[in-house]
T-cell receptor, first 114, second 110 residues
Framework: DQQVKQNSPSLSVQEGRISILNCDYTNSMFDYFLWYKKYPAEGPTFLISISSIKDKNEDGRFTVFLNKSAKHLSLHIVPSQPGDSAVYFC?????????????FGAGTQVVVTP | DGGITQSPKYLFRKEGQNVTLSCEQNLNHDAMYWYRQDPGQGLRLIYY???????QKGDIAEGYSVSREKKESFPLTVTSAQKNPTAFYLCASSSDYEQYFGPGTRLTVT
């Protein structure tokens, strides 16, 4: 049973415009959320995270928004650049889980076009 | 340079053979994880370990085994019992909820 869902497998966006990636979760115990970026044949790299005590976290061009009531989070990339073309994974964890296990979504492939 | 290394990057094996994937980290992290990634799917947790000499099964542990004899090392053995071993395998480590990943090993079994 997929507890973290990324319902858009792909997204195409023009360079300079905004990329919006969405993620939904079903487990109400999740209270820490992360976004990872992955290039082909490489390991994912951490982008940005958010705790459930916040509804927004910003780091440069990347902003994550959390809507706890809707169990929904989104990642905004502004402005999009060609190097942003990658697969983006949403991940979630309950901080009560001392093992730090993460549940990952299936990923969204972003293609930034000139 | 601190990080996680996985070797080899590409591995080819014949069906019926066991194969061991290496994972080493020098980040002084207590926790280490193994995931597999298949096309169109997210990362699925195979095994994880929070401390030396202790490890737990993840969501898809069948056909895999691990050991954690040293803090820095967490090798994964893909046994002949694993029905679909061809995949991209990722090792990660963490000291909190942010996991750091290695570059991965692409295993092909024919």
């Amino acid at each position: 049973d997929q507890q973290v869902k990324q319902n858009s497998p792909s997204l195409s966006v023009q360079e300079g415009r905004i990329s919006i990636l969405n993620c939904d979760y079903t487990n109400s115990m999740f209270d820490y959320f992360l976004w990872y970026k992955k290039y082909p044949a490489e390991g994912p790299t951490f982008l940005i995270s958010i705790s459930s005590i916040k509804d927004k976290n910003e780091d440069g061009r990347f902003t994550v928004f959390l809507n706890k009531s809707a169990k929904h989070l989104s990642l905004h990339i502004v402005p999009s650049q060609p190097g942003d073309s990658a697969v983006y994974f949403c991940a979630a964890s309950p901080t009560t889980d001392s093992w730090g296990k993460l549940q990952f979504g299936a990923g969204t492939q972003v293609v930034v076009t000139p | 340079d601190g990080g996680i290394t996985q070797s080899p990057k590409y591995l080819f094996r014949k069906e019926g053979q066991n194969v061991t994937l290496s994972c080493e980290q020098n980040l002084n992290h207590d926790a280490m994880y193994w995931y597999r990634q298949d096309p169109g799917q997210g990362l699925r947790l195979i095994y994880y370990s929070q401390i030396v000499n202790d490890f737990q099964k993840g969501d898809i542990a069948e056909g895999y085994s691990v050991s954690r004899e040293k803090k820095e090392s967490f090798p994964l053995t893909v046994t002949s019992a694993q029905k679909n071993p061809t995949a991209f395998y990722l090792c990660a480590s963490s000291s909190d909820y942010e996991q750091y990943f290695g570059p991965g090993t692409r295993l092909t079994v024919t």
